[in-house]
């Protein structure tokens, strides 16, 4: 881990491609293209949460072993209390289930603590945030969503920064370590937004994959987004 400052915050940038993205016949090989991504996002949709369904469990925990980078797992499903605990069983890092979808946020985060892996909750661009602004040291990211989950490739929401800098003020306040994440339509035209407004843990999914080089692509939106990082 990179010293923390003053305030606890680590002011270090992450890049998490998403295989969302990526070619799922040829997984092993997408993986081996990002090796130099701090993780790898995992989009897991049931087709109930969101209008799309992309792979549960089983998958994951075959990503869990081929990734060259650990899993930053994104679960846009409902009934997140009965699945979560289980790709953090499989060993993903961070897991981060939905607010909007959890009856219970602290406690399913300490559960998942309690397994060993990040615990990250989501919100929708609608969702506001000030109910997590007391719960900051319950969670270890807070992943505000940059479109509607559901899909890739669609356009960033710049209306959803205000939020992002209400976390990262109040974290700032707090002292707090948590990582303040964003995701959908994060590319090099709208990663400085999202670092300016606090942002410091960036998904990229047709940004990265969709790059001849995806490993120029990483090395290019970190160097944006830390060139537009206030370290807190
Ligand atoms: C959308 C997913 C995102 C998606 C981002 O619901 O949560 O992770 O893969 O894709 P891009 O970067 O193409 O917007
Ligand atoms: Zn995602």
């Given at each position: ?14 890049i998490n491609p998403s295989i969302l993205a990526a070619d799922f016949v040829n997984m092993q090989a997408e993986l081996a293209r990002i090796a130099a991504a701090d993780?790898v996002h ?25 990734s060259p980078v ?82 890739g490739g669609q356009s960033f ?28 339509g994060i590319g090099e035209s709208t990663i400085a ?9 960036f998904v990229a999914g047709s940004a990265v994959f969709g790059a001849e080089d995806p490993g120029s692509a990483i090395a290019g939106l970190r160097a944006a987004a ?7």
């Amino acid at each position: 881990m990179p010293l923390r400052d003053e305030n606890g915050r680590d002011g270090g940038i992450r890049i998490n491609p998403s295989i969302l993205a990526a070619d799922f016949v040829n997984m092993q090989a997408e993986l081996a293209r990002i090796a130099a991504a701090d993780f790898v996002h995992v989009d897991v949709m049931d087709n109930h949460f969101v209008p799309n369904l992309t792979f549960g469990p089983q998958m994951v925990e075959r990503i869990q072993a081929t990734s060259p980078v650990p899993l930053d797992v994104h679960l846009m499903i409902a009934d997140p209390d009965r699945w979560a605990p289980g790709y953090a069983e499989l060993g993903a890092a961070s897991v981060t289930f939905h607010l909007e979808a959890a009856p219970e946020p602290v406690a399913l985060a300490r559960r998942l603590r309690e397994i060993g892996a990040r615990a990250g909750v989501a919100v929708k661009p609608a969702t506001p945030v000030e109910g997590l602004l007391d719960l900051l040291d319950d969670f270890d990211q807070i992943l505000v969503m940059t479109v509607e989950p559901g899909f890739g490739g669609q356009s960033f929401m710049p209306e959803t920064m205000p939020k992002l800098r209400r976390l990262a003020d109040e974290a700032r306040r707090r002292g707090s370590s948590v990582w303040l994440q964003v995701d959908g339509g994060i590319g090099e035209s709208t990663i400085a937004q999202a670092a300016e407004a606090g942002a410091d843990t960036f998904v990229a999914g047709s940004a990265v994959f969709g790059a001849e080089d995806p490993g120029s692509a990483i090395a290019g939106l970190r160097a944006a987004a830390a060139r537009h990082h206030h370290a807190h």
